[in-house]
């Protein structure tokens, strides 16, 4: 077996095993997992949700919660065992030789400290610099970071940032001391593709310029194909398949890893093409099946997978643990493009019925002033969008965090009011409604939320939650009881399931249920506001496969929020693309994926996680920096602060939505040429 290395060994992880519950009835959660990590390396974990990943990387840490601790095995950094480590040790390795980026920011930065004394603790800690030495330091890092006006930010808390900017904080922290190993615990997750390109870009660069080896998790292949040298798969607590990336991609040889190469939707994907999805659900560390953990969900599995469990040997060019694949039953190449049979689709939207019409919504929310007697400032969150959306079709809606996207999806709903416009619903102009009028309209638009658990009643089982829109329009009980079956059984939610409660039921399980609680009315309207961003690639297949069908079956519009424009490319008929409260181009999603003419569009398409054979070979266009402040937008074009093709005429007068005389629209002054490739670097500072 060929391997692309790096130096001398770092990290050695043998036979780690890690169990929670009672030391009488202990549950296993990591189950035997090896992996080494060496100098100048990027080792990439994969797998979905509850695999056991994020385990792994606390118990190298030491930092594993309270009811759970290692059983056995080994981990070794720079040849000195942590499994024992007096908690001082690991706390003098911890800041200082090992560099730790959890996956949400936000609750990984103290919320009452300033960002330079978060990002100066680490110096400080271990002795590495003074007070006046540090402050030299942070700013040095922060803006190797990218970020935005380091001098500024230092002073700021971490509720004034963005995202992306507590991301590049919390990298910064992780890296002030300079440490040999980086463990970045999904860092990218639910980021927009914009700063994730960014994120991405930063490993990499660290990687290359200072030498610092990475354990970056992530359930999104993509992601980890584009800059690790190494990938191991993980499923049900063991690792199944690892070697090389380019070999472990061109030859999946564990059905696992083949089912997650096929389920990652393509950027030049076809609309209408279903997406390959993984049937069922991960096991539960309490109630494994015998043999192969994976051979319930298994395509290949044989009757020696039913009995005992594989070991993890070599299989071509890398390391698996399949009886089918050892026995060279399982061909190499995963085979395919990735999607399934397309489905026919809607009749072209220029032949349909116009189900609703927006024009010129503006939608404002006023902020006090940041003194006493200041002027109140208005954010500019919808300003000035016109759309159409007709009966049956798809519109995709896409953009950065704070771009008016949700706001914009509200407002169509009529959750919140509208400061100026109109919204035309089935012939009826529904702008200023109230009352019972209004409820009587929202019963044909219904709304799927991007947090499933936040928007479901946790005291509510889920019959009673699919029920609760009939309840409240007064459906009789008979109706109500055929009506919540028939939608649980639409969304492929088993009726033993109907008296559990959220908390009881898996990510992919209650995004399920938001939908069945959707289409119980039968509406002719559903807006999906970011419903799969949080959810595995797996489990986001099965999600788009079934709004898909949903659609077809019922004649449904769908409004479609996302920031993947793999996953709008592929289910949407149009896409209007948004920026800091405006529409700045729109169009069939072809034309606009495929000659898209504003610089944002395309440099949201340069940005999307593609599965790189070649890792280090794609050259990103990175769009740098975060959006302008939408309580003080620029002049002119809006865009024109981050657009390496801005000139005066941009900041003078603001460019009107328009084409060529096509469905495609624009608003830019000098739009791109409509035959140019995408220049690498472009949109650079």
């Known amino acids: 077996m060929t391997q692309e290395r790096g130096g001398e060994m770092l990290l050695d992880v043998r036979d780690l095993q890690v169990a929670a519950g009672t030391e009488r009835q202990p549950v296993a959660v990591v189950r035997g997992v090896s992996l080494q990590v060496r100098a100048g390396e990027i080792f990439g974990l994969l797998g979905e949700s509850g695999s056991g990943k994020s385990m792994t990387v606390l118990a190298i840490n030491g930092l594993l919660p309270a009811g759970v601790r290692v059983t056995g095995g080994s981990v070794k950094f720079n ?183 096929e389920s990652m939707p393509r950027a030049a994907g076809t609309r209408g093409d279903r997406l390959h999805a993984i049937g069922g659900e991960p096991p539960s560390p309490d109630a494994l099946p015998e043999g192969c953990k994976f051979h319930p969900r298994c395509a290949f599995a044989i009757a020696r997978c039913v009995a005992h469990e594989p070991d993890l040997v070599v299989v071509g060019d890398t390391r698996s643990a399949c009886w089918v694949a050892q026995a060279g039953g399982l061909p190499l190449s995963a085979g395919g493009d990735g999607v399934g049979d397309a489905r026919p689709q809607p009749a072209a939207a220029a032949a349909q019925e116009v189900l609703l019409a927006a024009v010129e919504l503006r939608r404002y929310f006023t902020v006090p002033g940041e003194t006493l007697f ?89 019959s009673d939650i699919v029920a609760e829109p009939l309840t409240v329009n007064d459906f009789a009980a008979a109706e109500i009881t055929a009506r919540v079956q028939e939608a649980l059984d639409l969304v492929g939610l088993g009726r033993g399931l109907a008296s559990r409660f959220p908390h009881q039921l898996s990510g992919g399980q209650r995004q399920r249920v938001g939908i069945a609680r959707a289409i119980v009315l039968r509406p002719a309207l559903m807006v999906a506001d970011e419903p799969i961003s949080s959810l595995d690639l797996s489990i986001q297949a099965q999600i788009i496969n079934l709004m898909r069908d949903l659609q077809q079956r019922f004649d449904l519009a769908l409004v479609f929020i996302s920031h993947d424009l793999r996953i709008v490319r592929q289910l949407c008929a149009r896409i209007a693309v948004m920026f800091l409260g405006k529409v700045v181009e729109s169009g069939p999603t072809e034309e606009v994926c495929t000659r898209p003419r504003h610089p944002y569009t395309r440099a949201l398409l340069a940005s999307v996680p593609e599965l790189s054979f070649d890792r280090g070979r794609r050259t990103r266009g990175l769009l740098e920096g975060d959006p302008p402040s939408p309580l003080s937008p620029p002049s002119g074009c809006r865009f024109r602060t981050r657009c390496a093709l801005a000139r005066q005429r941009c900041a003078e007068s603001e460019p009107p939505l328009a084409g060529d005389g096509t469905a495609h629209r624009w608003a830019c002054h000098f739009p791109l040429d409509a035959e140019a490739p995408a220049l690498a670097g472009e949109f650079a500072r």
Not at 164 to 173: D, K, L, P
Not at 244 to 255: D, G, K, N, V, W
């Open 79 to 261: 040849g000195e065992e942590l499994i024992g480590a007096s908690r001082r040790r690991l706390s003098q390795l911890r800041g200082d030789r090992i560099g730790m980026v959890f996956q949400d920011s936000l609750t990984s930065l103290n919320p009452i400290m300033r960002i330079g004394p978060q990002v100066a603790e680490p110096l400080l800690l271990h002795g590495k610099a003074n007070q006046r030495q540090a402050r030299l330091l942070v700013g040095e890092r922060l803006r190797a970071m990218g970020m935005p006006d380091a001098r500024e930010a230092v002073r700021r808390y971490p509720h004034e940032f963005s995202g992306g900017m507590r991301q590049r904080a919390t990298i910064a922290t992780a890296l002030i001391t300079t440490p040999q190993l980086l463990i970045a615990d999904e860092p990218t997750t639910a980021l927009d593709v914009t700063v994730q390109a960014q994120i991405l870009d930063i490993c990499q660069r660290l990687n290359e310029e200072l030498g610092v080896a990475i354990l970056l998790i992530s359930h999104d292949l993509g992601v980890l194909s584009e800059i690790c040298t190494t990938i191991g798969v993980m499923y049900a607590g063991r690792i199944v398949q690892t070697g090389p990336t380019r070999a472990l991609l061109e030859h999946p040889s564990h059905p696992y890893t083949r089912a997650l190469v």
């Open 374 to 462: 200041a002027r109140p400032r208005h954010v500019h969150a919808v300003d000035g969008v016109s759309l159409v959306i007709h009966r049956g079709e798809t519109l995709g809606i896409v953009g950065e965090s704070g771009c008016g996207k949700s706001t914009l999806a509200r407002c169509l709903m009529r959750l919140i009011d509208v400061e100026a416009g109109s919204i035309e619903f089935m012939g009826r102009d529904i702008t200023r409604l109230g009352g019972d009028e209004l409820r009587r309209i929202r019963r044909h638009m219904q709304p799927i939320f991007q947090d499933p658990y936040a928007s479901l009643n946790p005291r509510l089982r889920v």
